[in-house]
């Protein structure tokens, strides 16, 4: 239940006004912007290039937290030893080694991001912070990140975020505040966060009438009638790994690393020096190359292995070590799948292969 | 100011792969003759100019060069038969890749230099030099 | 806040050629504090990167006892290993770790002890050899296997000829047949084939396994065949490394990490795996 | 890995341009890099040096920044060698003749050395040892080119006791020194210290002798040449024929006869001249009535065949067809000698429209006692006898405009030589010689020409022609100027002899791409070194001698043979031959079998290979491969390599400048 | 589409192919389909949203005898294959569908793709049984192949400069242009060499420079047009300009067009002889 207090009503350039503050007060702002007829979450200076009319970007959000490629340490051009550069100096602004030019992580709103890719984070959080070994970088960039959420007025025929306990066109989990565009120039703010707190902060603006109240009602539960698709992952799946017809489902997969990289939950990385830094940069595990020893050896070299690990970390692994599935729902590795194969239809095909033998 | 004092006060990171039957030693002729050219182009030996894949002109341009000269022999004098002929398609194609993707035309060159033209070789290298010292230094990917 | 990939800095003390591609360095700390710091138990692992080239997982193949410097056996494979080929000593590597679980110390305590080593797999072995001569009173008996492909590639000869000559261990080494050379004294045939001409007494020992992946399956099945208890054997499984602190997901087999949830497995684990290792 | 940088004063060359002390300096920063100077790296201390560098330091490579590595790159590697290195782990930095030399600039010329050190330092870090590979040596020489220059490396060769063969494309061998009739400056008959030669070439058993053929293909490399020789149909049997000239005597066919110049005939069945080697005649199957009937209607029984009845040995076969012979040699000597340049582009001349303006080559045969006039000087056009002639020099040589920019050393000396004769069989005529400069420099070369002005009162004219007209009674005029004397000349003479120049023959460009050599713009094989090397050519193992190098007369031709012999002899007197170990390695997990490498070969050196998993792949030939890296540029994922100058040493020198 | 189902029926039943690799349709949208026996054959369809380069799944039949549905412009990549010996050509059985224009996935009005705009290959070159067009045979626009090649030549170099800037800075290095790219069959990438490093891995603006410049390079004389890349590009980078630009150099400097005919020597393997070569002097000093 949305509580009282914390939500109003907003008009749009108002809005737009609170986000132009945010950029003044020389905070990243990264909103949804189009380009080539597809819309991502850039850096944007003036609140006017935002899009609006947009059903869900590119690239999920993990890209802002988890950079597709990030320097981790930066030491030097070939001086020996090499000066050691890290978060600790660069965020604390002690004075760099004269080597370290790696610039300072900045504080950053993300507005206009939808409730699955806020709940995505909420995911990520687990392997990358409730770890013994907590990652500096991810958490550094989480800190400082304000997550803005839109909710869903129409989601497409390839989301199934409603299938999730805490998901949904409209789920509050994971974002700072939510806004809900009740009407042409209205929208209703909810406060979830301190974080959200600051960014709105004079809620001078009034209080939701019950009318409104009534609107978002609706318009959630026909928001929720639009999702058509819904994810049932088979209870044997272990048993299945032998006994599925992975084969055949695999074969129309090229393996190329878009359900990887777009799915809003999936963080595989490599480690490569390039000249004077380390940096990580997002991999696929779909590559042959993945697990390629030095030996030359290739543990999952079939396509039909890569294809069947990628479904076994999601739903099976994953659940087991961290207790949830390793996916949100936001239905991306459907809609840019080259082939279009649907991860949910292959789920249910292996399912009943079960019963078939 | 500080652009224009770097551009004419810009001098150009050049680098000339040349093959080592021919050019090479036209480069050294043009120093046996005691020819003067600019100092600005360093010199990597490759036996054939079939050697010198046209990936070698990216990476160069990528690792901060400002120009690439590839030199071989004359068509027909190949001391392996038809090495220069095979390196002249596979360099003119690369070469209108790159131009296709907006790189200056004048930081990729190719040229012809026999063991005795030691006069075409130090003015090759000082219009190659000239020329990219006009286009600039190559910060496309700083 | 720690940075997990923020390697120490350490210097290369000494580096003894074992064979044309295996090298063994001798590594000391840059600082004191870290090194006091750097405790470890045999069978883990570090990350070592050579700046400018990339970082690598490489097993320790000292004694945890012998304070001051570590030591690693490299063989010369990719591009890291090969420029750690090209370092000599007194240069700077940086050292990230002790990752990984190490072998169970505890359980295999007054158990007999069986060691199969096959080429480069003789590294982390040798750290627990090490440990356990150093507490001979809980390891009374130890037996050793070691083989490798040829004469040339067995590593530490000279450890090798110390342990042959001490006669309260038992040491059998092999090389594959084609491997011998003329004055070669030791059995020839693949380890496996020679475990079962052993014939161990499979009562009450630990059996400790490190090698390539083949090998390794092999002398499941002989082990198994001679009647030793699934959770007696152990063994370190090979695996591609990128982060080593178990979050870019290169090293998972089933739902285990294998530089989180240890190099060392026993069998009954690894039986359970889905995807054979 | 330890590397020494040495880098060398070379006396002032270096150091006067180059700050050496600021090279080493900045050198030795460089981790694992021991940088150090001496005033003569090649010298004899300084090679002592870099050994005792490499023991005490234990270095495991040597960079030497000093001259170009065409001169030293050999000593250097025999310097590691000695040291203990293995020879490839050497970098040459060519602070010399491409920076030292060439620039003005003191320290942009010093930055210059340290980026070519650094670049060099860069490429060493990645070298492997290599080992050169040992390959057999055919122990037979291939000689392309019968005449003098041809026969004297065969006699050469085979007196050591080594197989030989000379392929000829005439006839019979001897070449154009068949045609001299005497030669300068010695005025022995030519013909006379020719024959012994061609007699001892053709009885010693180790030579044999392929006249009337050429070579088709020449693959392989230093040591293991395969030649593939074409022996075009003489339709005689050679071994029958005894040489008795019935056959031509009878023949009924006449045709101008090319060893004659075009002034006398030949039958269609024809030996080129009396002492021919061998003495067996060969049936021009393009004149032969025979023939010609056989290719109107080939069922007929075909006309004439009068040769065949008339011959005692039964020796006329005409169904003989080409033979193909396939040898393999350990050497080849490129012996092609010259032809004579074709005067007709000299409108000034007549443009070959007169008759009686002939050329030197012409002249000599009139000269010849076996020649078409059996040595009486007559006009071609009415043969009557010359009593004034005109000799013009340069025909053809020093004329940038006809594209003959050189000199052809020779004409001076023969046109002097057939003066003289000519007062010699006609005493009371008068010859006039219009020359630029008289190029008289052999032994006894000056004193010849004194004697052939002053003894035997040639008149030496010097001047260019300018025009030469046909006056009505046959008569030519030939107008040009004295210099000397600054006067118009006009001479009416009988006969012009046109002096013309040496120019290369036609088959070079064919031959030198068929075997791999270059040739230059005037289409005269490149010698490996101008100065060092004249008798060598780039490729181990091919050699030329004679006026196919450059023109020049019968001494210097016979000097180069002997030249070219002596460095076969050297190459037959090893065992086992090195071969330069630079050469392609395929990476076969890594390759896809879609063999763009073999379609870019150009020595066909990669063939297929299945694997265990039945997956075809690419192989390098090492002994076919010759380096030179075209396959590496063409294989889409640089499955193969190029040992000694791989991808990452290029890309690593390409990095070393960043 | 009956024609094409009995085919594929007559060809399993016969044994001669194991399976046979077409076209079908599913929740609406059309996706490759492997028929196995000849009662589930019945699934296979062709028409204006078949997209799809089959021949692109010969990477993983590559010795098994198969049987694949190829417009014109897919079936030339059968003939790149052969002409570089990745599959015998027994081992294949084509049956070619005369098609006239497939669907622009991208563009709003799903209107004809603009490779059909000018495609001169309706029936493919290499074939084993045709099937024949059903619908309207509407010609395709013999519109000027390369006009908007020619007219992005025009630009100034550093405006050509920028554009390619910006839409290689959205390369996220999925490489799904090179896995859906039947030309692209290596065993291993040259981008996953470490040593030497020829393409800076991490997708950055000198990484992604490199590796379109290296992929489009390999295409040069091998590129069938077929649109795969383009088409599966998450973020919709014009892939296809890359190509055509080197297609139009390959037709216009060495008069070679990719796929015609596999006996020949792929154009950047061979040469002119020394003297009429179409690449004018300025190139080469």
């Known amino acids: 239940m949305i509580s009282e207090m914390k939500k109003f009503i907003i008009s749009k350039n108002e809005l737009k006004k609170i986000l132009a503050g945010i950029v003044a007060e020389n905070i990243k702002l990264i909103a949804p912007v189009s380009r080539d007829n597809a819309f991502f979450l850039e850096e944007v200076s003036d609140a006017e290039k935002i899009a609006w009319d947009y059903s869900n970007v590119v690239k999920p959000v993990k890209e802002h937290i988890f950079p597709m490629r990030e320097v981790l340490l930066d030491f030097g051009r070939g001086t020996d030893p090499p000066a050691l550069d890290e978060p600790e100096a660069r965020s604390s602004g002690k004075e760099k080694n004269p080597a370290g030019n790696m610039p300072p992580v900045k504080e950053q709103v993300i507005f206009g991001l939808r409730p699955c890719d806020a709940r995505s984070l909420l995911v990520l959080d687990k392997p990358f912070l409730q770890e013994k070994y907590v990652d500096s970088y991810y958490k550094e960039r989480r800190e400082k990140t304000t997550l803005i959420a839109m909710a869903c007025l129409n989601p497409e025929k390839t989301c199934l975020c409603s299938s999730f306990e805490n998901g949904g066109p409209f789920s509050s989990a994971g974002s700072d505040v939510l806004c809900v565009q009740t009407g042409q120039d209205e929208f209703l703010v909810e406060i979830l966060s301190e974080k959200g707190e600051k960014i709105f902060k004079n809620p001078s603006f009034a209080q939701p009438s019950g009318e409104v109240l009534k609107k978002l009602e609706n318009l959630k539960a026909d928001s929720e009638a639009k999702i058509c698709k819904a994810l049932k992952v088979p209870e044997n799946l272990r048993e299945l790994f032998e006994a599925g017809t992975w084969e055949t489902e695999s074969l129309s997969c090229i393996a190329c690393g878009i359900c990887r990289y777009l799915s809003a939950t999936c963080y595989c990385f490599n480690i490569t020096d390039e000249f004077e830094q380390r940096l990580r940069y997002w991999i696929p595990c779909s590559f042959k190359n993945y697990t390629k020893m030095t030996s030359g050896e290739i543990s999952r070299e079939k396509k039909s292995a890569r294809f069947k690990h990628w479904y076994f970390h999601k739903f099976s692994y994953h659940k087991d070590n961290f207790g949830e599935y390793l996916c949100v729902g936001c239905g991306r590795c459907i809609k840019y799948c080259p082939v279009k194969i649907d991860f949910t239809e292959v789920l249910g095909k292996i399912g009943n292969s079960k019963q078939e033998q | 100011m500080e652009e224009k004092k770097e551009k004419n006060g810009f001098e150009p990171r050049l680098v000339g792969i040349l093959c080592r039957w021919c050019s090479y030693q036209g480069a050294d002729l043009a120093g046996t003759s005691r020819l003067k050219y600019e100092p600005n182009m360093t010199v990597l030996r490759v036996p054939c100019s079939a050697r010198m894949s046209p990936l070698f002109l990216m990476k160069g341009l990528t690792s901060d060069i400002d120009g690439i000269l590839f030199s071989g022999c004359h068509p027909g004098d190949c001391h392996y038969i038809s090495g220069n002929m095979n390196a002249r398609r596979r360099f003119v194609i690369f070469k209108k890749l790159l131009e296709f993707a907006g790189m200056e035309p004048e930081r990729i060159q190719m040229s012809w230099c026999s063991a005795s033209e030691d006069k075409k070789w130090a003015d090759i290298v000082d219009s190659v030099t000239i020329e990219v010292k006009k286009t600039g230094p190559n910060n496309k990917f700083k | ?277 | 890995m330890k590397i020494g940088v040495f880098v060398c004063h070379c006396g002032t060359n270096i150091s006067a341009v180059i700050d050496v002390q600021k090279v080493v300096n900045d050198l030795a920063k460089m981790p694992g890099v021991f940088a150090m100077d001496y005033k003569f790296m090649c010298s004899d201390p300084g090679q002592n040096m870099i050994i005792s560098e490499i023991k005490q330091k234990k270095l495991d490579a040597v960079i030497v920044a000093a001259c170009s590595p065409c001169l030293h790159e050999l000593t250097f590697r025999n310097t590691l060698i000695r040291g203990g290195l293995n020879p490839y782990m050497l970098e040459i930095a060519n602070i010399r003749e491409q920076d030292s030399w060439v620039h003005t600039d003191r320290d942009k010329a010093t930055e210059k050395a340290v980026r070519l050190a650094k670049m060099a330092v860069a490429k060493a870090k990645r070298n492997q040892p290599l080992f050169p590979q040992e390959v057999s040596v055919e122990k037979s020489c291939l000689v392309i080119g019968g005449g003098i220059a041809g026969i004297q490396a065969a006699i050469d060769i085979s007196s050591a006791g080594y197989q030989t063969v000379i392929v000829e494309k005439e006839p019979s061998i001897g070449g154009k020194m068949a045609m001299f009739d005497k030669t300068f400056p010695t005025l022995d008959c030519s013909a006379c210290i020719l024959t012994p030669k061609m007699v001892q070439a053709s009885q010693s058993k180790k030579v044999k002798i392929y006249t009337y053929s050429e070579v088709e293909e020449i693959g392989g490399y230093v040591g293991n040449f395969n030649a593939r020789i074409r022996v075009k149909a003489r339709s005689v049997n050679m071994e029958k024929c005894t040489g008795c000239g019935i056959c031509w005597q009878k023949c009924p066919v006449k045709v101008n006869s090319e060893f004659e110049q075009n002034l006398g005939p030949r039958k269609a069945v024809y030996v080129p001249f009396a002492q021919a080697v061998p003495n067996v005649p060969v049936i021009d199957c393009v004149n032969c009535t025979y023939y010609r009937s056989k290719r109107q209607n080939p069922e007929s029984k075909g006309l004439c065949r009068i040769c065949e009845k008339f011959c005692p040995a039964g020796a006329i076969e005409f169904d003989q067809k080409d033979k193909i012979i396939e040898e393999k040699f350990g050497a080849v000597i490129v012996a092609t000698g010259f032809s004579a340049f074709d005067h007709k582009v000299y409108g000034e001349y007549g443009a070959g429209r007169y008759k009686d303006v002939v050329t030197a080559l012409q002249f000599e045969r009139l000269l010849n006692s076996s020649g078409p006039t059996q040595g009486k000087i007559l006009r071609p056009s009415d043969s009557k006898e010359a009593r004034t002639i005109v000799f013009v020099q340069c025909v053809g040589s020093r004329d940038e405009s006809k594209g003959v920019p050189y000199c052809s050393r020779v004409c001076c000396m023969y046109t002097a030589k057939q003066a003289l004769l000519l007062k010699e069989h006609i005493p009371d005529a008068n010859a006039y010689v219009f020359y630029i400069d008289i190029r008289a420099a052999g032994k006894n070369y000056e004193e010849f020409i004194e004697r052939v002005q002053d003894e035997y009162g040639v008149l030496y004219l010097r001047g260019r022609v300018s025009k030469i007209y046909r006056t009505g009674d046959g008569a030519l005029l030939v107008r040009g100027a004295d210099t000397l004397s600054g006067t118009q000349v006009e001479i009416s003479a009988d006969m012009v002899v046109l002096a013309t120049g040496l120019v290369s023959n036609p088959e070079t460009v064919k031959l030198g791409q068929m075997i791999g050599i270059p040739y230059d713009k005037n289409r005269f094989f490149t010698e490996s070194h101008p100065k060092l090397a004249p008798a060598e050519t780039q490729t181990a193992g091919v050699f030329i001698c004679g006026a196919c190098q450059f023109p020049k007369d019968i001494p210097d031709s016979v000097a180069q043979a002997g030249a070219a012999a002596s460095k076969v002899l050297g190459l037959f007197s090893q065992e086992h031959l090195m071969l330069e170990p630079v050469l392609a390695c395929v990476n076969q997990k890594i390759c896809n079998g879609c063999f763009h490498c073999r379609a870019v070969c150009p020595y066909n050196a990669i063939d297929e290979e299945i694997l265990k998993d039945k997956s075809v792949v690419a192989r390098v030939i090492e002994s076919k491969c010759h380096g030179c890296g075209n396959c590496i540029s063409a294989c889409p994922v640089s499955a193969v390599d190029l040992k000694g100058y791989t991808n990452e040493q290029i890309l690593e020198q390409l990095q070393s400048l960043r | 589409m009956k024609e094409l189902i009995d085919k594929a029926k007559e060809l399993l039943k016969e044994k001669k192919v194991e399976t046979v690799i077409g076209y079908r349709e599913i929740r609406g949208c059309v996706v490759p389909a492997y028929v196995d026996s000849p009662c589930d054959a019945d699934c296979l369809i062709f028409d204006k949203r078949c997209v799809y380069n089959l021949a692109n799944y010969l990477k993983w039949f590559k010795n098994k005898n198969v049987a694949l549905v190829l417009k014109g412009c897919d079936a030339k990549s059968i003939n790149v294959w052969l002409q570089e010996f990745q599959i015998k050509r027994e081992n294949i059985f084509i049956i070619g569908v005369e098609c006239y224009g497939v669907m622009n996935e991208k563009s709003a009005d799903a209107g004809l793709s603009d490779k059909c705009g000018h495609c001169e290959a309706h029936v493919p070159n290499i074939y084993d049984a045709v099937i024949k067009h059903q619908g309207d045979k509407k010609e395709s626009v013999q519109g000027e192949p390369f006009k908007d090649i020619q007219e992005f030549e025009k630009l100034p170099h550093d405006e050509r400069w920028d554009f390619w800037k910006k839409q290689f800075e959205k390369c996220i290095k999925c490489y799904a242009c090179r896995e859906i790219c039947p030309m692209c069959y290596c065993k291993e990438c040259i981008v996953e060499r470490n040593i030497p490093q020829w393409i800076m891995s991490s997708p950055s603006v000198k990484g992604n420079f490199e590796w379109n410049m290296v992929r489009a390079f390999h295409l040069a004389g091998r590129c069938v047009e077929c649109g795969e890349c383009e088409r599966a590009c998450p973020v919709n980078i014009p892939l296809m300009k890359l190509n055509k630009k080197l297609i139009k150099e390959m037709k216009e400097l060495f008069d070679y067009s990719a796929g015609q005919k596999e006996d020949v020597k792929s154009a950047i393997d061979d040469f002119y002889p020394e003297k009429d070569i179409k690449i004018d002097d300025k190139m080469i000093r």
């Open chain 3, 1 to 277: 806040m720690q940075n997990i990939y923020l390697p120490e800095l350490a210097k290369i003390e000494k580096i003894t050629e074992e064979t044309p591609d295996i090298k063994t360095f001798d590594i000391s700390f840059a600082d004191a504090g870290a090194r006091e710091k750097f405790t470890y138990l045999p069978g883990q692992f570090i990350m070592m990167s050579v700046f400018g080239f990339g970082e690598a997982p490489f097993g320790l193949a000292s004694t945890p006892d012998r304070k001051g410097y570590f030591q690693c056996s490299i063989k010369k494979m990719g591009k890291v290993t090969s420029e750690i080929h090209r370092l000599d000593a007194g240069n700077i590597v940086g050292i990230r770790g002790p990752y990984g679980n190490g072998f169970p110390v505890k359980e295999i305590e007054g158990q007999r002890l069986l060691f199969i080593a096959g080429g480069i797999g003789l590294a982390p072995l040798r750290s627990l050899i090490y440990y356990c001569f150093e507490r001979r009173k809980k390891f009374p008996d130890i037996t050793i296997l070691y083989g490798a492909r040829t004469v040339k590639d067995l590593v530490y000869k000279p450890e090798l000829k110390k342990w042959q000559e001490d006669k309260s261990i038992k040491t059998v080494l092999t090389v594959d047949p084609g491997g011998e050379d003329k004055n070669w004294t030791g059995k020839i045939g693949l380890v496996p084939k020679i475990l079962a001409e052993m014939n161990p007494f499979a009562e009450n020992t630990a059996v400790v396994l490190c090698g390539p992946p083949i090998m390794i399956k092999f002398t499941f099945i002989e082990l198994l065949r001679m009647g030793f208890r699934e959770k007696q054997v152990i063994t370190t499984l090979e695996r591609t490394m990128q982060c080593g602190v178990g979050k870019c997901g290169h090293c998972s087999i089933d739902k285990y990490y294998v530089c989180k949830d240890g190099p060392v497995f026993n069998y009954e684990q690894i039986k359970t795996f889905l995807e054979e290792i």
